[in-house]
């Protein structure tokens, strides 16, 4: 008889209160009026009761909710995505001057099926979200839209406040975790990004608990740094259904704590770094703090 296989059980630090009260059910109702998906709901983030009920953020996630991709770690739906909606930009836009952000996250599911990625609504939605939020600040979440360099001009354009890519995990294990995606070419985007808009902060995110070393971390932060990346996040990888991968570890918050003074010696602007921090954690205090670290080392190199 096969031994049954083990699995890490999942500690103490990662239980989290759910609160619903009516100003997290109240955007919930608005964002399926709208027809709108949000990447909270669809990647099942531990932390959206926090920023919906608390914070009032959420990261929308635009050209639908089907990937073309089956990464082994997300879980968000796969198969043949609908048409593109051209009205979604403007939906988008709404729905952040309803909910009075300072800072939207737009993401998207990876549309390999389009020619430009998805790059041209990215864009609008940018644009749509900047005409009627001209205080708000706009970060963008995009897949590597298959490496093509024109996709990610037609994006950068657009002159996003942040430009924010994730590398995912260590290069070792990028061709298990990751469909149809490349460390390389993750690098390589980011690398373009800063080239094409050196005024605009890049940022990327790392998952750890899927068998990396803590010297495959630490390559992964010179990386990044390399190729000028100014924020990172790290964050414990949780499997979200039986299908995916299975974590391997459990990191404790004193390793999270250790990670993010690593990252900021090695010259990240911003840093966070915790058990359950997710790319768009906090992020309007990550795109704050980087900014006051920016300015105090070009004052100090003065």
């Given at each position: 008889?096969?031994?049954?296989?083990?699995?890490?059980?999942?500690?103490?630090?990662?239980k989290?209160?759910?609160?619903?009260?009516?100003?997290?059910?109240?955007?919930?109702?608005?964002?399926?009026?709208?027809?709108?998906?949000?990447?909270?709901?669809?990647?099942?983030?531990?932390?959206?009761?926090?920023?919906?009920?608390?914070?009032?953020?959420a990261?929308?996630?635009?050209?639908?909710?089907?990937?073309?991709?089956?990464?082994?770690?997300?879980?968000?739906?796969?198969?043949?995505?609908?048409e593109?909606d051209?009205?979604?930009?403007?939906?988008?836009?709404?729905?952040?001057?309803?909910?009075?952000?300072?800072?939207?996250?737009?993401?998207?599911?990876?549309?390999d099926?389009?020619?430009?990625?998805?790059?041209?609504?990215?864009?609008?939605?940018?644009?749509?979200?900047?005409?009627?939020?001209?205080?708000?600040?706009?970060?963008?979440?995009?897949?590597?839209?298959?490496?093509?360099?024109?996709?990610?001009?037609?994006?950068?354009?657009?002159?996003?406040?942040?430009?924010?890519?994730?590398?995912?995990?260590?290069?070792r294990?990028?061709?298990?975790?990751?469909?149809?995606?490349?460390?390389?070419?993750?690098?390589?985007?980011?690398?373009?990004?800063?080239?094409?808009?050196?005024?605009?902060?890049?940022?990327?995110?790392?998952?750890?608990?899927?068998?990396?070393?803590?010297?495959?971390i630490?390559?992964?932060?010179?990386?990044?740094?390399?190729?000028?990346?100014?924020?990172?996040?790290?964050?414990?990888?949780?499997?979200?259904?039986?299908?995916?991968?299975?974590?391997?570890?459990?990191?404790?918050?004193?390793?999270?704590?250790?990670?993010?003074?690593?990252?900021?010696?090695?010259?990240?602007?911003?840093?966070?770094?915790?058990?359950?921090?997710?790319?768009?954690?906090?992020?309007?205090?990550?795109?704050?703090?980087?900014?006051?670290?920016?300015?105090?080392?070009k004052?100090?190199?003065?």
């Amino acid at each position: 008889m096969a031994k049954k296989e083990e699995h890490v059980r999942k500690p103490d630090w990662l239980k989290i209160k759910l609160n619903t009260n009516e100003t997290y059910t109240g955007l919930k109702k608005m964002m399926r009026e709208k027809n709108l998906h949000t990447v909270c709901e669809e990647a099942r983030c531990p932390n959206i009761h926090e920023c919906w009920a608390v914070r009032k953020t959420a990261t929308f996630m635009i050209l639908g909710d089907v990937c073309t991709r089956a990464c082994r770690f997300c879980a968000v739906k796969t198969g043949l995505p609908s048409e593109l909606d051209l009205q979604e930009p403007e939906r988008v836009a709404e729905s952040v001057e309803v909910m009075g952000l300072k800072h939207a996250v737009i993401t998207a599911v990876a549309r390999d099926d389009l020619k430009d990625g998805g790059a041209a609504v990215f864009a609008e939605t940018v644009r749509a979200v900047r005409r009627k939020n001209p205080f708000c600040t706009i970060e963008v979440l995009p897949s590597d839209m298959m490496g093509e360099y024109e996709n990610l001009k037609t994006l950068m354009d657009a002159r996003p406040n942040i430009l924010n890519h994730n590398i995912e995990t260590v290069r070792r294990l990028t061709p298990r975790v990751r469909a149809r995606a490349t460390y390389e070419r993750s690098l390589e985007f980011l690398r373009r990004a800063k080239e094409m808009h050196p005024d605009i902060p890049t940022k990327s995110s790392l998952m750890i608990g899927l068998g990396e070393t803590r010297e495959e971390i630490l390559e992964t932060m010179d990386d990044l740094r390399a190729n000028n990346v100014n924020i990172m996040t790290i964050g414990q990888y949780l499997q979200p259904t039986k299908k995916h991968l299975k974590v391997q570890k459990y990191y404790h918050p004193d390793e999270f704590a250790e990670l993010k003074e690593i990252a900021l010696s090695k010259g990240f602007s911003h840093c966070e770094a915790g058990p359950l921090v997710r790319s768009s954690y906090h992020a309007d205090e990550q795109v704050n703090e980087a900014q006051v670290r920016e300015e105090a080392k070009k004052a100090a190199s003065k």
